[in-house]
């Protein structure tokens, strides 16, 4: 009897000073970061940021300009693509058209040298895993695109890879599928415990499903944290702007007392937050760049009592009803604030003048001006 | 009522070349097929009587036997041989840069920029037994005397592969472009070497552009006149040659339509083949 392969401890992928310049286009700018073995690590940016120039890099269809790529502390920059036992599903799924769902899963196994029964075996396995049993004789053309992506997760971990590569896997499924199958994807990989990439610009997604995001822009890494590090302080207006709806404003640093730092806005106003991150080592006269989010603003008709800071008179503009929360357009003497409100609180909150309050910790400085 | 008139203004606009069609080309055609069942040598006239003597002859008269082997061997040779040759152009053609895409398709569609006859006389200086290639055969001592290669199948199939060379490319090159350079890539990151990838995944995908390259070029080479003619001359005679010589040289009209009629049905039947192979092979990809 043949025993049931058992799944390898889980890889470690390691990239040291990844650089890749086509022409005068620099695509990925010295990028370095170590994925922790089991983890999903999600390269998130905007389009054109390099995030699908580092994933081909790694995969090896495509090679840096300079820079290296580890598997388990091995080098493999000179290992061809079909030697690097690392599995990759593309946007667009890539099945082999003239194949059926299971000459598409079998066409990994065959190349290893597999024998039948094993072939058979784990064939029937991964038709399980991902919910395809019954369609093994299909072409590719008459299953549904949930069912296509799929055949293509089945048969690239059909292979049992290393490293396991998504190519921004749901975006071109409808929004519904794409929420259900993003928590397979997930549970399938929680399961089986392989290393992966997982790139998108959908910050939603990337959150939902990865361990680690590496926030990346023009090329360079911009932040590199667990979902919760980077949505609760962004270390740069990037960040903070790109992830959740914020308001970035500028700053100049007027005192900095007791890990207290009061700053003016450019209409005048005061507003004091915590002297942390890039706010702990400015003194008087700098500029500062600091986030609010949106969600932390809250709007009254009367003043918010005695002794609050960060208290501003405005206007509201307009309000927009988004069912549990209420969207609100802010003038708080020349500067343009957006806040989200609890509906509740704003029922009877009405256009024109009100106060504007926050809390000294929503005040996160992103950056120097 | 717009539909209609659409449609009535459609066949108005098309109807002189209708006519024309219908004067200088069908007309023609069923003339000659009826000529290639006149008794004797001369051309239809009402009242002649008809037969199918002249197909018979073809098939069973060992000198016309020899020529339709030639011309089937000139069509499979210069076939395959546009194939090899034409696929790893067409395949980079393919996937180039459109910059370089742009100067590939120059290059390869320039032999039509020349003259079929030009082409012929320059391979025939080419090709005969002082010309250069036995010269430079000689040269690297691969050969010590010249070898025949005008008035041979071979010095044929040289001039048949140039002039064919375009008609292979170009559809092969569409058919590759139209693969989704991931499904390549997947391939590749799967486990599959460059030759498996080939074998398993691209060849198979272009084939509908190797058919309609293969069939392309065989039914042209077959009803080919002007290499044959020049370089093949009297050593190597094909259909074309054959009916030109027997219409416009001896006035046998009767024989030279049978033979015409025959390649065509040769050429029918072949793109009756292609035509079943394609619809099987797209069928069995895009089922619904």
Excluded at chain 1, 54 to 77: F, H, K, M, W
Excluded at chain 2, 105 to 129: E, H, K, N, Q
Excluded at chain 2, 211 to 221: E, K, L, N, R
């Amino acid at each position: 009897m043949v025993m049931p392969t058992e799944r390898r401890k889980s890889s470690t992928l390691t990239v040291e000073s990844l650089t890749k310049v086509f022409g005068n286009h620099t695509a990925v700018d010295e990028i370095s970061f170590q994925t922790i073995p089991g983890e999903i690590t999600a390269f998130l940016g905007p389009s054109g940021c390099g995030k699908t120039t580092t994933l081909r890099i790694i995969a090896g269809l495509e090679s840096p300009t300079s820079g290296s790529v580890y598997i388990d502390g091995e080098q493999v920059n000179d290992v061809p693509a079909h030697r690097r036992d690392i599995g990759l599903v593309f946007q667009d799924y890539a099945l082999f058209p003239h194949m059926t769902v299971r000459q598409n899963i079998e066409f990994g196994l065959k190349i290893k040298g597999l024998n039948q029964q094993e072939i058979q075996e784990r064939l029937e396995k991964s038709l399980t895993q991902v919910n395809l049993a019954g369609k093994e004789d299909r072409y590719p053309q008459q299953l549904s695109g949930g069912e296509q992506q799929r055949v293509a997760v089945a048969r690239t971990l059909v292979t049992q890879p290393r490293v396991l590569l998504f190519d921004e896997p749901l975006s071109n499924l409808d929004a519904k599928l794409r929420e259900s199958t993003r928590l397979e994807l997930h549970n399938l990989q929680r399961k089986l415990g392989i290393t992966s990439i997982y790139v998108t610009h959908d910050q939603i997604e990337a959150f939902a499903i990865a361990d680690k995001i590496m926030l990346m822009n023009k090329g360079k890494i911009d932040q590199f944290g667990t979902p919760e590090e980077i949505y609760a302080s962004p270390r740069t207006a990037f960040a903070a702007d790109f992830i959740g709806t914020s308001n970035i404003l500028e700053t100049t640093v007027r005192s900095v007392n007791q890990g207290i730092c009061t700053l003016a806005l450019k209409n005048g106003q005061m507003i004091t937050g915590f002297a942390v991150g890039k706010a702990s080592e400015v003194s008087p006269g700098d500029h500062l760049l600091v986030m609010i989010r949106t969600q932390k603003i809250r709007m009254t008709n009367t003043k918010p009592e005695r002794g609050q800071v960060n208290i501003l008179p405005g206007k509201c503009l307009y309000k927009v009803f988004l069912g549990d929360s209420t969207r609100c357009l802010l003038d708080a003497e020349g500067i343009r604030l957006t806040a989200d409100c609890e509906s509740e609180c704003v029922t009877n909150v009405r256009e024109g003048d009100v106060y504007v309050s926050f809390d000294v910790s929503a005040v996160v400085p992103v950056g120097r001006g | 009522m717009g539909a209609l008139t659409t449609r009535r203004a459609g066949a108005l606009l098309l109807s002189p070349l209708l006519v024309c069609y219908a004067v200088a080309f069908i007309a023609p055609i069923v003339l000659l097929f009826i000529t290639s069942f006149v008794v004797g040598r001369g051309y239809y006239q009402p009242g002649t009587s008809l037969t199918t003597e002249h197909y018979v002859h073809v098939f069973t008269d060992s000198f016309y036997q020899k020529v339709l082997l030639n011309t089937l061997a000139m069509g499979v040779y210069t076939t395959c041989l546009t194939l090899l040759l034409g696929y790893p152009l067409a395949y980079h053609h393919a996937r180039a840069s459109s910059k370089t895409k742009g100067l590939l398709t120059i290059l390869v569609i320039s032999p039509m920029f020349v003259s079929l006859v030009v082409r012929g006389y320059a391979w025939s200086i080419m090709l005969s037994d002082h010309g250069v290639v036995n010269n430079l055969l000689m040269w690297f001592g691969i050969i010590n005397e010249p070898v025949r290669l005008l008035n041979t199948m071979k010095a044929v199939v040289v001039g048949m592969v140039n002039v064919m060379l375009p008609f292979m490319v170009l559809p092969i090159s569409s058919a590759v472009e139209s693969i989704n350079p991931h499904i390549e890539e997947s391939a590749y990151v799967l486990g599959a070497g460059k030759l498996y990838t080939f074998f398993k995944v691209i060849f198979p995908l272009s084939l509908p552009g190797v058919i309609a390259g293969t069939v392309m070029t065989f039914a042209i080479t077959m009803s080919s006149f002007v290499m044959p003619a020049l370089l093949g001359g009297p050593g190597f005679q094909v259909f074309g040659t054959i009916i030109y010589n027997r219409i416009l040289l001896i006035s046998n009209w009767p024989v030279g339509a049978a033979m015409a009629f025959i390649l065509v049905a040769i050429v029918v039947l072949v793109m009756y083949f292609q035509e079943r192979l394609l619809s099987v092979l797209t069928k069995r990809r895009r089922l619904t």
